[in-house]
């Protein structure tokens, strides 16, 4: 059974910074393209930051670059998003996923104040 499993969203003050972790269960993680996706209220969800299954290749949206790095441990089955320097317009469901499999996480609340 497939299980992506986020955690780290809390409330922050803009400037500050979070870590989340997506571990993963039931499935080949460590030959998967994963990424990071969020939603906000009234908005679609879109894509923030992608990595290759050797962590080769990463790519982020233009408005997470430079503050957001992706990563993962293949070892541990973990994806993780560090977040620095968090702004209200980031305040967002955070998803961990593995799109080309259709496997998805239940999401993480990040909320960033002014």
């Known amino acids: 059974q497939v299980h992506l499993v986020e955690s780290g969203g809390e409330s922050v003050q803009a400037g500050g910074s979070l870590r989340l972790s997506c571990r993963a269960s039931?499935?080949?993680?460590?030959?998967?393209?994963m990424g990071w996706f969020r939603q906000a209220p009234g908005k679609e969800r879109e894509l923030v930051a992608s990595?290759?299954?050797?962590?080769?290749?990463?790519d982020y949206t233009d408005s997470v670059k430079g503050r957001f790095t992706i990563s993962r441990d293949n070892a541990k089955n973990t994806l993780y998003l560090q977040m620095s320097n968090l702004q209200p317009e980031d305040t967002a469901v955070y998803y961990c996923?593995?799109?080309?499999?259709?496997?998805w996480g239940q999401g993480t609340q990040v909320t960033v104040s002014s």
């Open positions: 996923a593995a799109p080309h499999n259709g496997w």
């Open positions: 039931g499935v080949p993680f460590h030959e998967s393209f």
């Open positions: 990595i290759t299954w050797n962590g080769g290749t990463v």
